[in-house]
């Protein structure tokens, strides 16, 4: 977001450019007769994030302040002392997220449990499609969540794991894979003594397994 605002009455021009999580306002002074100038973000003190150069140009950084509509004013006192403000209202979008899942390596007939994991601050809901079954859990503080399916056959199963998003972050998406082995199947070959046990493991199975 982009915009554009000049007050000629008190020469300010006021510049907003907000992506994310990083934005900054430039105003457009006049440094020759610029005694004081204050800011104030929603009526708190936020001189500690203005900055003014040479050319007389002031810049508000508005790195980390949460998304939603904020009240920012630019009070401004030339050497003569008089005084002039300026108030506008500044909307900063939702972060972007990120979210990821891994599972580890079942058997068929086993649950399949998925760790889901964000940022701590990722407050909400994840949920897991496997082979259009979808699976919803609440993220922990420590923005992870645990999801168990049930019934999955042999086979690699790709999975899209989602974070729904919050108040402050976007929702976000990720793939992650999932391998289920194929069963290990006893049979039993007679009867009495002479009865034999016979388990067959999948092709590829090893001691480990």
């Given at each position: 977001?982009?915009?554009?605002?000049?007050y000629e009455w008190v020469n300010i021009c006021i510049v907003i450019a907000i992506f994310g999580l990083f934005g900054y306002i430039w105003s457009k002074i006049n440094k020759h007769n610029i005694y004081t100038l204050n800011v104030t973000i929603d009526g708190k003190d936020a001189n500690d994030r203005l900055t003014i150069d040479e050319n007389g140009t002031a810049k508000i950084n508005l790195t980390g302040i949460e998304p939603g509509e904020h009240n920012i004013t630019i009070?401004?006192?030339?050497?003569?002392?008089?005084?002039?403000?300026?108030?506008?209202?500044?909307?900063?979008?939702k972060w972007s997220?990120?979210?990821?899942?891994?599972?580890?390596?079942?058997?068929?007939?086993?649950?399949?449990?998925?760790?889901?994991?964000?940022?701590?601050d990722m407050q909400g809901e994840v949920k897991?499609?496997?082979?259009?079954?979808?699976?919803?859990?609440e993220v922990d503080e420590?923005?992870?969540?645990?999801?168990?399916?049930?019934g999955l056959k042999a086979g690699n199963h790709t999975a899209v794991v989602?974070?729904?998003g919050s108040d402050k972050y976007e929702p976000?998406?990720?793939t992650f894979k999932l391998t289920v082995q194929a069963p290990i199947t006893v049979e039993v070959n007679g009867t009495g003594n002479g009865s034999e046990v016979v388990v067959k493991f999948p092709e590829g199975t090893t001691k480990d397994q």
């Open positions: 977001m982009i915009e554009d605002i000049c009070k401004y006192t030339d050497k003569d002392g008089t005084v002039s403000w300026v108030n506008t209202t500044v909307n900063v979008p997220s990120a979210v990821n899942a891994t599972a580890a390596t079942i058997r068929e007939g086993d649950p399949a449990v998925i760790k889901v994991k964000v940022s701590p897991v499609v496997i082979n259009g079954t979808g699976y919803i859990a420590n923005g992870e969540a645990t999801i168990t399916a049930y989602t974070y729904l976000s998406n990720a």
